[in-house]
């Protein structure tokens, strides 16, 4: 088993846990990066317990959260069950580093996910899952800062890589940036050193 399974992700979000971030709100790329889009259909990939699934579902996406944590989807149902956003986001437990599936999305998001099967790879798949005319929003732990909270080099990766994925005919980069940020939980506070990219297809 590698060091990402399903057997890592499911203790990182069982209940008795109690993960601080399990309380957090959505990231603020987010709002940023999808309010100018046309609302539609929404893949957040490797969602968590939920909190940009919600984001989206409260601002109109019909979406779709999918992750390998059964765990962490309780969590997120239960959450979308207490803002009266039940109907709006589907929710799939699934390795989406395996998964196969014919369905495509308006928007394909992802944070902060790194499957064990590596971060190119992974964000290669999410963009095949991306509707015609569809974005891909990707926001990573950016490769060779100090994350202070033990990501090795494969979870991680540059900014000059996840571009390179989207440098053919088939896509247009609207933004590509890496940023550093301020998180606030519970008293204390963690420094996240983040890449983003936003590409749509031209297809
Ligand atoms: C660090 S958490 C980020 C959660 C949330 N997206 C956020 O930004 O707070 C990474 C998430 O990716 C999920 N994940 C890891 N590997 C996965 C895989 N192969 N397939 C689906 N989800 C996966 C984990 O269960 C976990 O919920």
């Known amino acids: 088993m590698g060091e990402f399974d399903k057997g890592y992700w499911e203790e990182h979000w069982a209940p008795t846990v109690g993960k601080d971030s399990a309380e957090l709100p959505v990231n603020p790329y987010i709002p940023t990066e999808t309010k100018h ?44 069950s207490a ?29 902060y996910a790194h499957p064990d099967t590596g971060q190119l790879a992974f964000y290669r798949r999410l963009s095949s899952w991306v509707a015609p005319g ?17 990501h090795p080099d494969g979870a991680t990766a540059t900014l000059s890589g996840i571009k390179s994925l989207f440098e053919g005919p088939g896509w247009t980069i609207d933004v590509g940036y890496q940023t550093v940020r301020t998180v606030h939980v519970r008293g204390h506070s963690t420094q996240l050193h983040d890449v983003v990219v936003r590409a749509h297809s031209n297809s």
């Open 37 to 80: 889009l046309t609302v539609g259909t929404a893949l957040d990939a490797g969602c968590g317990t939920g909190a940009e699934a919600l984001w989206l579902a409260a601002n109109g996406w019909v979406v779709t959260g999918a992750d390998i944590s059964a765990n962490a989807l309780t969590t997120g149902a239960a959450r979308a």
């Open 83 to 111: 803002a009266n956003l039940t109907d709006q986001i589907e929710w799939v437990e699934a390795d989406l580093g395996r998964w196969e599936t014919d369905r495509r999305w308006d928007l394909v998001v992802t944070s």
């Open 134 to 150: 569809g974005t891909i929003l990707i926001i990573g732990h950016l490769h060779g800062a100090d994350h202070g909270h033990g």
